[in-house]
């Protein structure tokens, strides 16, 4: 066969499916080329944009200190290059969600290399179950995590790694060229990277991952989530870590197993309900009527929205294009159900600048915080930001990072400047409404307008 690999999303030269799927079938091929498509980021924040190119310049010139030397093109021009090379097959990732746009997904690939007359071959690659053996006794996919969990904890097992040499790849591969814009310069091997600072975590932050996962004034996340988005590390190595970790710390590595699989729950509930993606899991919820207020929107997307937390939050993810867990679910309450917005505008928004994007983890994320999603916050549990504030940022050293003219306010008013207004302007120079702005929603009321809303649904 005549085979092109696509390693979109596949960055990582140890652990990849893809790799020895080439080299378990070397004698069936009479040519092989390496293919990497390059995403349309034309819309994404250039923070996202730049990680991106970072990371494909690093493994591109992983592969090429190998000798492989794929073809760098953009998805448009795709098409005409596998017409070009006369491929009979292709091989990709089938289970990756972490695309910039849907139409890279799996299955309008798959589609559009068929309508080639190219046979398409699937490889799971970034995720560790297949869907369709982790359904119920009704064969039904799990809705609610807890059940999933229960279901299917034992199957989490050590595996072994892959086999191959990269000499036999570069040996069978023909040798392709950059025909994109990207310029391949200055690069950093990412995948190294993200390897040293995943065993950095195991060997020195996660015995406090339980205990302080939530404390969004200190740094014990893993960055996994960016990890596992560009393919840098592969899925069954981080459990095979943690299974073998086990034993020192049996509460915190089971804590961290329990995020890992949450990750799969929502995988494989997008893969049996796509239509999830953009409309609310929960049926009764399709035709709720939003809210679409623009400047409170804009507000929100430039941390302008008198609430700290929420402010702090979104200006940190303007310019990093990170976000901790926690604040994901700040935000994104106070977007859905204090302002009452479309979750499917916050969703958009996080796509554009999310580094670590995936769009099964953030569409069930954001439908879990408007109440719309399967095993999601009951539409009656409202957080108060001022009260998430004040218990995961407590002495306001967070919201001090990203809001400098509340440095010299002290912890009994940082988290509800409104409300202090009259003291902040004495003491401490702060004008409220100026300097900083008013709250732009009143808690309570909010709070009543919601939940009358979704009463009218029940």
């Not at 007359?117 to 119920?136: A, C, D, S």
């Not at 065993?199 to 996994?224: C, N, P, T, W």
């Not at 439908?367 to 009656?380: K, L």
Request: charged letters at 25%; aromatic letters at 16%.
């Amino acid at each position: 066969m005549q085979l092109g690999v696509i390693l979109n999303r596949v960055f990582r030269m140890k652990d990849n499916p893809l790799f020895d799927f080439v080299a378990e079938h070397q004698n069936e091929l009479d040519k092989l080329y390496f293919i990497l498509p390059l995403e349309d980021l034309s819309d994404a924040a250039e923070v996202k944009r730049n990680d991106y190119y970072k990371v494909v310049k690093g493994f591109i010139t992983a592969l090429q200190k190998r000798d492989i030397y794929p073809y760098v093109i953009t998805y448009k021009k795709l098409a005409s290059l596998v017409d070009d090379l006369d491929l009979s097959h292709v091989l990709i990732a089938k289970d990756i969600m972490s695309y910039h746009k849907e139409t890279y997904d799996y299955p309008h690939i798959k589609t559009d290399f068929e309508k080639h007359q190219i046979k398409v071959i699937g490889q799971r690659v970034n995720h560790y179950f297949t869907p369709l053996m982790t359904l119920n006794k009704q064969q039904q996919p799990y809705k609610v995590f807890t059940r999933f969990y229960k279901a299917n904890r034992k199957n989490v097992i050590h595996t072994p790694a892959k086999s191959y040499q990269y000499k036999q790849l570069s040996q069978s591969a023909e040798k392709g060229f950059n025909q994109s814009e990207l310029r391949l310069d200055n690069n950093e091997d990412m995948e190294k990277s993200a390897r040293k600072a995943w065993h950095r975590f195991l060997d020195e932050d996660i015995s406090y991952y339980k205990q302080l996962a939530d404390d969004v004034s200190q740094d014990f996340v893993s960055g996994l989530g960016k990890y596992l988005a560009y393919g840098l590390l592969d899925i069954h190595a981080i459990i095979n870590d943690l299974l073998e970790g086990y034993d020192s710390d049996e509460s915190s590595y089971e804590s961290f197993i329990r995020e890992v699989m949450f990750r799969e729950f929502y995988y494989i509930l997008m893969t049996q309900y796509p239509e999830t993606a953009t409309q609310s899991f929960s049926e009764k919820y399709r035709n709720m009527q939003w809210s679409y207020n623009q400047s409170h929107f804009k507000a929100w997307q430039q941390g302008q929205t008198g609430y700290p937390i929420v402010d702090a939050a979104m200006k940190k993810l303007n310019c990093t294009g990170y976000m901790h867990n926690r604040l994901r679910m700040v935000v994104s309450q106070f977007l859905t159900k204090n302002l009452f917005i479309d979750w499917t505008w916050g969703e958009d928004y996080f796509r554009k600048y999310l580094i670590d994007y995936d769009n099964a983890s953030n569409v069930h994320g954001w439908q879990w915080s408007a109440s719309t999603g399967t095993d999601a916050a009951p539409y009656f549990r409202m957080f108060n930001p001022i009260r998430q504030s004040e218990r995961f940022d407590a002495q306001g050293y967070f919201i001090k990072t990203q809001l400098e003219i509340l440095n010299e306010v002290p912890s009994q008013y940082i988290h509800n400047p409104t409300k202090h207004k009259d003291k902040l302007k004495e003491n401490y120079n702060v004008e409220i409404g100026k300097d900083y702005p008013e709250a732009i929603v009143n808690h309570k009321h909010s709070r009543d307008y919601v939940m009358d809303k979704f009463k009218q649904f029940k």
